[in-house]
């Protein structure tokens, strides 16, 4: 009922930034809290950032915080992720993530959410 397309994402030298955006169509009305995962090589899909509908709570692993901010514009029906100071260690192919409810604690579970993108590969050379 729900599509998540990502994009943005790309090769950029460490310091560098980066913005995802990540646009919803179908039933996007069901669509409470967004958020990113990212995967690296032999490594196991890990929590980066959530936000509440409106967009006005966000979370953020302890990683990326101060460095990264999502944001939501849902007149576009798109979240984004803006990436500054960009490290090798941020080196991953990013998810977006939708679920249908928001509960108001911190959506970092992947089994919170019931919409997946395809992934982006974002790449932070050093």
């Known amino acids: 009922q729900v599509q998540l397309v990502e994009s943005g994402g790309g090769l950029v030298q460490a310091g560098g930034s980066l913005r995802l955006s990540c646009t919803a169509s179908?039933?996007?009305?069901?669509?409470?809290?967004m958020g990113w995962f990212r995967q690296a090589p032999g490594k196991e899909r890990e929590f980066v950032a959530a936000c509440s509908r409106s967009g006005r709570s966000t979370y953020y692993a302890d990683s990326v915080k101060g460095r990264f901010t999502i944001s939501r514009d849902n007149a576009k029906n798109t979240v984004y992720l803006q990436m500054n100071s960009l490290k090798p260690e941020d080196t991953a192919v990013y998810f977006c993530?939708?679920?249908?409810?928001?509960?108001?604690?911190?959506?970092?579970?992947?089994?919170?959410?019931?919409?997946w993108g395809q992934g982006t590969q974002v790449t932070a050379s050093s």
């Open positions: 179908g039933r996007t009305f069901d669509i409470t809290a």
């Open positions: 993530a939708a679920a249908r409810t928001y509960s108001g604690r911190v959506y970092s579970l992947e089994s919170e959410y019931d919409y």
